[in-house]
Every structure is written in C-alpha cells, then in structure tokens.
C-alpha cells in the first residue's frame, strides 16, 4: 500500500513540476468552488460572516493572480526547456554483479532464462528458492539533468561483485536517444568497460524516471580492497595457490589472486602453473577457471594459460619414470575440452598412451555464484523401459545413488516419484569438484550418462526435499 501512495504522490510532483500553472490552477479553483459553496449556503442560513467572504475574494483574487503569472512566467521559460534525460539499458548484467550510482537511476528488468530445470544440490541451501539470485537481467537507466547533455559526457558507476566492489565504470552520454550497452573486460588491459552495442530511437517520456529512486543496495557492500600487487615471498604465493583451488573462494578474492599471479615476474608465474599440490595440478585449476562463468576469470585464467609452455610441460610429466607425475599429466589432459584436446595429443605424440590410459574427459565448468564455485552435472537416463529390463534397473540404481547422496529426508519411494517426475534428466550440483567428478562415475557406473554443464544456461527451479 506504501509503495502505490509513493508511486502516486511521486506522479503529481512530476505532473507539478512540468505542468505547474495548470495544476496549481486546478487546485485554487476547487477552493473557488469550495468558498462558492460555503458563500451560499452562508446566504441561505443567512449567517454569511465577514471570514467566508474574505475566503471567497481571496480565492478568486489567488486563483487569478497565481494561473496569471504562473501561465505569462512558463510560457516564457518553460521547466521542459532545461530538463534533459538521457535513457538506455545495460544489457545482461549476471546475478552476482550489482550497479549502483548517486546520479543515475537504475530499474532491473529480470530476463526469461533459456530453460527452466529443476536442481537438486547435495546439501539444502537456504537461498535455493531465490530465482532473482539466479538469473541474468536488463539494468535500465536514466539521468535527469536541468541542462544539456555535453557531448561523450560521462557518468561514474560503481561496480560490485559479490557484494564488493572491484570497479568504478564509466557510461558514456552518446547523441542517440535510446542506448544498448554492455560490461565488456578486456583481458589484455585487465579493465572493465561499459560499451554501446547498439541503438535504438525512441520516445523519452519523463515520468519514467521515477520508476526507481535510489537502488536497494544490500547492506553486506564493501569498497574496493582488493591488492594488485605482484607475488614476491612464498607465502603470498602458496595463499594464492590454495585460495584459487578452494571452490568456496568468492569471485572477486579469486579475481584478486589471478591479477596478481598476472603481474609477477615470469619465473614466479611459471612456477605457479606448473605446480602439483594434493588437491589438482595448479595448471589444471586454471584449465577449469578459463571455463567459468565469470567473463574476467575466465579472460586472466586463459591469458596465463597462453603464457604457460604447457607441450613440453605434459611431455615431461607423462614420460618421467614416476606414475605419479604419468598421472598428472594424463588428469591434465582430461581436463582440455575435446577439440583442445585432440591439438595437444597430436603436439606432444601421446595419443596412443592416452586412448590406452582409458581416462575419461573431466571438462568441468564452474558457475560463479555468492557462495562460491558451483559444479554442475546433468544425469540422463532412457525413462521409457519394460518392467524387468535394464532400463529398469538402471533407473533404480540411479534412485538409490541420488536418495543415497543428495542430503534429505526423502524414502526411497519419494525419490523414486522424482525420478519420474525428471523425466530421464536430473541436474545436480555441489560447491566441490571432487563430488561432481564423483557423482558423474557413480552415474555411470549406473548406466547413465553424465555430462559437466554450466548452470547459467538455465534457471534452477524449486528444488524438492
């Protein structure tokens, strides 16, 4: 109810302040009438006092006077003849990035995802109901100035990821009337940008612009601390190592260690890469990471990549007489997709030893969210079998794996309804890529197939318990 009586009163401030003679004119002229009313009735009762008919004179003096000059006053300078608005949109803004500025208003328009899925994670989640939290958007802006627009003015926006801020972007006033951009990080200068895509004239109505007043910035925001500073002592680097291994790492901490990997001398940057802690091989982490969902990790893990002599690298791993290094090479190969894969086999001669190695592909895609790395897998089964057949039994060994590691208080009956709800396709997912890696061998193993997918595909819908 609050939020109609602001949005109301919000309209007739407008409607005064471009239209004030006429409204102020409508105003003293129900006081007019008003004053008649008393007036007459006053000579009805005759009981007319001195007081009424003061109001009455002073109302139509007022009502003259005030739409007189107020009309001569606005002809000549008219509040539309300074007010300008320059209007767009900021096109597909992810669900952890947030804009906020002093100056500019901001309305998010929340898109229809590609698909609607229902997920299962391994554990419940207090924000699996969220579907804002999961979901890309439009943020359409205006700016109302009492002035023209100089050309390529520019306004400042702060740029937040995870609830931190990592930026300040800059728009750009261009001539066209309706604007498209988009955040754009260029990898070779490690920057954002907000750039035009395209235009579109149209009509500029003002009361548009008071669709929203200030964004509802969540209180959890911080300022911008985040160090860009070069790796230089050993503890700085085995922080980073184990920061950017940890799928609970946030964006922005993981963007921090990134960039500053990036600026450390090439010696320090080598190492790095080609170290093998207990978790993964480092160069296998950054394999994942230039996979993820976040444009800037993904650009700064795939820029160290490029700058990683990694044919030689795998070579060296695969022929040394250690297994555990013949092993880290061949989980550093599962790790390529399928085609990166096929031009570094044929580079480093190992195709024979892979296809005997039998080690199957692992290509994991890690969907940045506010809790950290997500992990995705899509299960799929033939959901239309006999009775007694091994559809059957490969649908009720999927039953009892899900009911066995997906953390609920479910029976096997109740996931047995769910399976058939899924129709022969169940997505699941955990902050971990051991348990995806494991649940996709438990799946085969069934009979299934599992596959890795990235969750910004789709929008996850209510997750059953």
Known sequence: MNAILDKNIQNYVELAYVYAPYFFSIMLFSMIIHAAMLHRKALKENILTIEIRVYFIVSVFAFFFVTGFGIIYWSYDPPRKHVRIFTGKITNVKNIELLSSEKIYFRSEYLPPTRIVAVDSKEPEEDELNDKDRINRHEHFLIIKDGPFRERENFDIDYYKSGKKVAILTLEHLSENYLKYRIHYDSDEQKHYIEPVDHSSGILVIHSAFAQQKPELPLNLQSLDISTEPLRIENEINDAVKFLQNERTGTVRKIEFLNRISRSDRSTVKRIIGRVTEKEPMFLTLLDLSRHTDEQISGIAMSLINQFDYIP????????????????ALSVLSGFDDNQREQVLMATGLQNEYIRSRHLSRTLFPTGSMQGDRYYVKATWNSSFEKGSSGEGIFECLTHLFNEQLIS????????????????????YWYSKDWALFIADRIRNCGGNATFVNGIDFKPTRVFR
């Open 313 to 328: 690298y795998i070579q060296r791993l695969f022929r040394s007489n250690d297994e555990k290094g013949r092993e880290t």
């Open 409 to 428: 208080n479910r029976n096997k009956e109740e996931e047995r309804n769910i399976m058939k709800l899924r129709n022969g396709a169940r997505y699941v």
